[in-house]
């Protein structure tokens, strides 16, 4: 079984302001863990995967996460945020085909 | 990359008539598809999963008789709503798996196709 937990349903942040969106997930065999971007009526954009390997994973857009096998954890973060970046983050865990989605963080950036 | 095409992006239909939507792997064979629902302001929800040349196999509480699926060949994948109803009208996505790689790292994602039922 595998699920995920967003913490934070709304973030919002000014323009250049740092960006974290926080996940944690729970998996019964070693997790591959992404994030997605979705914006109004569109479909999912992949931002980073993390599969094996290097445990900070860079993704477009400037976004990067860090997996923690420790903390279970696979938050994503920005240094500077943007006003392009305001839309809904999914982070997921994916196994056997199948992705398993938290519930989404609305991020609003300021201007 | 995978492409993963979805059509209609978008279909509005009358209650109590049937949809279709396609889900395609443009450049890889997929044996098995994945049929997601999302409806306003929430997350993806699996609803099915769908096997070439298998019934495909649905998650509780999903009506198998009014969402249909079919996945004839290893690149096309349909879903066909029976007898919608306004209820029924969500953003619906589905993705797609290579065939035979192993233990598959990935899914892929179409664009999604936006219901609404009148």
């Known amino acids: 079984a595998q699920s995920v937990t967003q913490l934070g349903s709304h973030v919002s942040v000014s323009e250049g302001a740092l960006v974290l969106l926080r996940c944690n997930y729970s998996?019964?065999?070693?997790?591959?863990l992404f994030w997605y971007v979705q914006y109004p009526n569109q479909g999912l954009q992949l931002l980073l995967k993390?599969?094996?390997?290097?445990?900070l994973v860079k993704g477009i857009n400037g976004f990067e996460a860090e997996f923690k096998k420790s903390e279970t954890s696979f938050h994503l973060t920005k240094p500077s945020a943007h006003m392009s970046d305001a839309a809904e983050y999914f982070c997921?865990?994916?196994?056997?085909?199948?992705?398993?989605f938290g519930d989404g963080t609305t991020l609003t950036v300021k201007p | 990359g995978a492409v993963v095409s979805q059509h209609p992006s978008r279909v509005i239909c009358k209650s109590g008539t049937s949809v279709k939507i396609e889900c395609r792997s443009l450049d890889f064979q997929a044996t098995t598809m994945f049929w997601y629902r999302q409806f306003p302001k929430q997350s993806l929800m699996l609803m099915a999963t769908s096997n070439e040349g298998s019934k495909a196999t649905y998650e509780q509480g999903v009506e198998k008789d009014k969402f249909l699926i079919n996945h004839a060949s290893l690149t096309l994948s349909t879903l066909t709503v029976t007898s919608a109803h306004p209820e029924d009208s969500s953003f619906y996505i589905c993705s797609a798996t290579k065939a035979r790689d192993g233990r598959d790292t990935e899914a892929f994602f179409g664009q999604g196709t936006r219901l609404t039922v009148v």
């Open positions: 998996s019964s065999v070693p997790p591959y």
């Open positions: 993390y599969t094996t390997g290097a445990t």
């Open positions: 997921a865990v994916h196994n056997a085909g199948k992705s398993t």
